[in-house]
Nanobody, 124 residues
Framework: VQLVESGGGLVQAGGSLRLSCATSGFTFEDYAIAWFRQAPGKEREGVAFISGTDGTTYIAGSVKGRFTISSDNAKNTVFLQMNTLKPEDTAVYYC??????????????????WGQGTQVTVSS
């Protein structure tokens, strides 16, 4: 299993970024893919989740209405569109995978495979 994040960077508050998670080494449709983030001194937080089986999604309350998760199953890639970014969104964002995809687990302990992370910094 390989997960490679990209798309992080520095953006001003109110701006947008789109993160990508390119996956390989497993059958995408058998897995759930999630985005977690971790800010310095804080616990890892689940942000968005998607089932590779049926496309079911879940967005955490802290980012609901600003972030969306989607997937391109043909390319085995998951995206996190982040709009109206705030300084408190600053964190390292990680892509993670687990199987089976059902239930769509929100606990980071349930995820076995992780990417290396991509830094998102939102300036005020």
């Amino acid at each position: 299993v390989q997960l490679v994040e990209s798309g992080g960077g520095l953006v001003q508050a109110g701006g947008s970024l789109r993160l990508s998670c390119a996956t390989s080494g497993f059958t995408f449709e058998d897995y759930a893919i999630a985005w977690f983030r971790q800010a310095p001194g804080k616990e890892r937080e689940g942000v968005a989740f998607i089932s590779g089986t049926d496309g079911t999604t879940y967005i955490a309350g802290s980012v609901k209405g600003r972030f969306t998760i989607s997937s391109d199953n043909a390319k085995n890639t998951v995206f996190l569109q982040m709009n109206t970014l705030k300084p408190e969104d600053t964190a390292v964002y990680y892509c993670a995978a687990r199987s089976p995809s059902d239930p769509l687990d929100h606990d980071y302990d349930a995820y076995d495979d992780w990417g290396q992370g991509t830094q998102v910094t939102v300036s005020s």
